[in-house]
């Protein structure tokens, strides 16, 4: 809280549940993407903040690895380091979604479907499982009218 401070407005928000299916290109000219912009949050458990962190921390290591070792090293203004996806996708963050990337799957067939396919990949096969349960439906197609 600040002092005197006065809280103007409130709002939601949401959580990107895509998991390891949703990871996207992760660099750009000039940029990477890191964290929940990414969709780093593990479902599962309801998590992100740990692997948010951690490819922030992944993003800077590569971030200073090029300009430490570049001489000739300018600016990021247009600079794309593909090496920042490799580390990330050989990091444990890529193995803890990759383990858990069928958990929310299951529910597509309805709840108590999605409860026993949850127990069993989030308990007995812990991520080993041969299949990939992919969403077949947008989010935005399962939405309600509000009436």
Not at 55 to 82: N, R, Y
Not at 116 to 131: C, D, F, M, S, Y
Request: proline share 3%; charged share 25%; with cysteine.
């Amino acid at each position: 809280m600040l002092h005197g401070g006065e809280c103007i407005s409130y709002g939601a928000r949401c959580l990107n549940e895509g998991g390891f299916h949703a990871i996207p290109k992760l660099t750009f000219p000039g940029g990477m993407l890191a964290g929940c912009s990414a969709g780093f949050l593990n479902v599962a458990k309801i998590k992100g903040t740990h692997t948010a962190m951690k490819t922030g921390m992944l993003a800077a290591e590569t971030i200073f690895s090029k300009v430490k070792d570049d001489e000739e090293f300018d600016a990021l203004d247009g600079l794309e380091l593909p090496a920042y996806e490799e580390a990330v996708m050989s990091s444990w963050v890529a193995e803890e979604l990759k383990a858990s990337r069928n958990f929310k799957g299951g529910f597509d067939k309805g709840l108590w479907a999605g409860i026993v396919h949850a127990g069993l990949v989030g308990h007995i096969t812990k991520g080993r499982e041969p299949w990939t349960l992919a969403h077949r439906t947008k989010d935005s197609q399962t939405l309600k009218p509000k009436d």
